[in-house]
């Protein structure tokens, strides 16, 4: 059990206490089940709380400093969201179930776990009306679950005194979110808001019976999702194909919709590691299924007509309609370009035109996260004990390390790993820079 207290809660009520318990049970040691097959057994379970405080300075308002003016004038101003007396510390209540398996005399083994989590009182900033003067209020916003399963697989393939040995680990783990509960009369809670540069106009969301992390922009106009029924007639049988304009371009979605999520589906990794004598090589892969992210790079890329997915359409000269867009006209009229079956009809539209008017469609940015690295490759040499006894040690390791060698993607302009800062604000890519290999070495000495 542990009890905190905090300055940056209310007086009054800035005590919180958290307990937890864990326990095993060791059944293959108390059933005697050990064999050369099973190796040992246990089962395992734990319940805990811990408790969270807020920000310094979410109680009362105060003043933030400016950059002097004119050569040393202090400027201070008031902060845009509106402090909160009364703010509760946050709490997560977590429990968790589950086996570890050892097979063939611990060549093999599983570790497996299954969790749920609830996090209730979340400190957040969530929006307000501009004419009280402030952007933004400090609340206790709402609940958001967790649940998910971990699995570990440990395997030696090779095991020997004096051969080669080979240890395999493979780790897997997928996890749910679901928004629960939001402070009374949101729907929405929105962690990162459109309306400005920093984000490119789409938004981070929490948003009420769905996933944490929502992002919500704007969308190319389709049939089957446009709910105007001036489309009707010529959406009919066109279902998720674009309404393209009277220029034979895409429009835009004067709806904000759903444009993904940037949490993945599953990640996981794979380790390798071969030792021979005083030699060994261990390589790791890491990656992730699933997720998206909202590449600015990419959006202004495509505007600009400086990304190689714009080349099309451009390899006769600049002018020529070579992009061919796939939908029905907004108008209902069928007499420019081919008709192709029922499903719309086939127009081509110069290079230029079509990259500049994505400009405002969002979703023509949303990229699949997918991704697998060569995280690390390392080779070791055990160094004999002669070679370093001068230096009053027995024995040492000289390692060569490189680390994130190779990357595997679906996105061809960025490394979808990316992280636009440290707070909930994630699934945004903006000017990142390049992915780093790094090259070194390690030396230890015992």
């Known amino acids: 059990g542990r009890n905190d207290w905090s300055s940056t809660l209310p007086e009054g009520g800035n005590s919180y206490f958290y307990p937890s318990v864990s326990t095993a049970f060791l059944f293959s040691e108390a059933f005697g089940l050990r064999s050369s097959f099973f190796s040992s057994g246990k089962l395992r379970a734990s319940w805990t709380q811990a408790g969270n405080d807020a920000a310094p300075y979410q109680l009362f308002s105060v003043l933030d400093a400016s950059m002097p003016w004119g050569g040393g004038t202090p400027m201070f101003s008031v902060r845009n969201t509106l402090a909160n007396a009364n703010l509760k510390p ?110 490119w106009y789409v938004n981070v969301e929490a948003r009420q019976g769905e996933p944490y992390g929502t992002l919500l922009g704007n969308p190319v106009l389709r049939c089957g999702v446009t709910e105007d029924p001036a489309y009707d007639d010529i959406c009919a049988g066109n279902e998720g194909l674009p309404i393209l304009g009277e220029d034979g371009n895409t429009q835009v979605d004067p709806v904000r919709r759903v444009l993904g999520n940037y949490n993945p589906d599953w990640i996981g990794g794979i380790q390798n590691r071969f030792s021979w004598g005083r030699w060994d090589l261990s390589f790791l892969f890491q990656g992730q299924y699933g997720g998206d992210v909202y590449s600015v790079s990419d959006y202004l890329g495509k505007y600009a007509g400086v990304l190689e997915v714009t080349l099309e359409g451009r390899e006769n000269d600049w002018d020529d309609p070579g992009v061919l867009v796939r939908g029905v006209f907004d108008n209902g009229t069928t007499n420019e370009g081919e008709i192709n079956g029922e499903n719309g009809l086939d127009v081509r539209v110069v290079a ?54 190779l990357l595997w993607s679906k996105c061809d302009n960025i490394d979808p790993e990316t992280a636009f800062d440290a707070s909930n604000v994630q699934g945004i890519e903006f000017g990142q820079h390049p992915s780093v290999r790094s090259y070194g070495f390690s030396l230890s000495l015992w």
């Open 90 to 199: 946050e709490r997560t209540t977590a429990w968790e179930f589950g086996t570890d398996l050892g097979l063939f005399d611990e060549r093999l083994g599983f570790v497996l776990t299954h969790y749920r989590s609830a996090t209730a009182n979340q400190i957040m900033e969530v929006g307000v009306s501009r004419a009280t003067g402030y952007e933004t209020r400090m609340l206790n916003a709402g609940e958001v679950a967790n649940q998910g399963w971990e699995l570990l697989v440990r395997a030696s393939p090779l095991r020997s005194t004096t051969g080669p040995n080979w240890d395999l680990t493979v780790n897997w783990s997928k996890n749910t979110s679901k928004v629960t509960e939001l402070y009374e009369g949101i729907e929405t809670l929105v962690l990162a808001m459109a309306g400005g540069n920093t984000y």
């Open 352 to 405: 230029q035109d079509y990259w500049e008017g994505i400009w405002d469609k969002h979703s023509e940015s949303i990229l699949d996260a997918t991704y697998v690295k060569l995280r690390e490759l390392r080779i070791g040499y055990e160094l004999p004990g002669s070679w370093v006894k001068w230096t009053g040690f027995n024995g040492g390791k000289f390692s060569l390390i490189g680390r994130n060698l």
